[in-house]
């Protein structure tokens, strides 16, 4: 064991160690149900406007998002917008909430985003979204990467879903 109070799992080359201490953040209470509704909708439809007239994010709102394989992060509500409009120059973006779930300082929310243009792309989104003061303070977004129409007729003959 070492010094600390910490253990070893795992033996051998592998060991990993455990701490028995961390630091726990206190959080602000919980947002209500209504607000994160409110938030989940406007976050959802700001895909398709690629506008914010609800002000659902704080002007300082920080993103963090990984798409496969890459990782960039945004800060501020202008920046983003100017993301959202570049990504969707020439298509017409459609994006629906499958699920929302409130947590301690703000939400999950899953969705789907289906663009069109040239080509028809579908990604799925986790997002991890921190609330604060009736805003998005924070939100960070695992990204699945568009699915474009080979890719998803490949999938759907080498995977197909029991569920969609």
């Given at each position: 064991m070492p010094e600390d109070g910490g253990s070893w799992r795992c033996g051998g080359d592998r060991a990993i160690r455990t701490v028995h201490s961390m630091?726990?953040?206190p959080v602000q209470q919980s947002p209500n149900t209504a607000l994160v509704e409110r938030l989940a909708a406007g976050l959802n439809r700001s895909f398709e406007t690629c506008?914010?007239?609800d002000e659902i994010f704080s002007p300082d709102v920080f993103l963090d998002l990984y798409p496969p394989f890459w990782r960039f992060q945004l800060?501020?509500?202008?920046a983003?917008?100017?993301q959202m409009r570049m990504l969707s120059e020439g298509c017409e973006v459609v994006?629906?909430?499958l699920r929302v779930v409130p947590t301690a300082d703000g939400?999950?929310?899953e969705?789907?985003?289906?663009?069109?243009g040239e080509h028809t792309e579908v990604a799925r989104k986790l997002w991890v979204c921190v609330v604060r003061d009736g805003q998005i303070v924070e939100a960070t977004c695992y990204c699945n990467g568009g699915w474009d129409d080979e890719?998803?007729?490949?999938?759907a003959t080498e995977a197909p879903m029991l569920r969609p």
């Open positions: 630091t726990i953040t506008e914010d007239p800060q501020g509500r202008d983003i917008q100017a994006s629906r909430i939400f999950l929310m969705h789907e985003e289906t663009s069109r890719l998803r007729a490949r999938h």
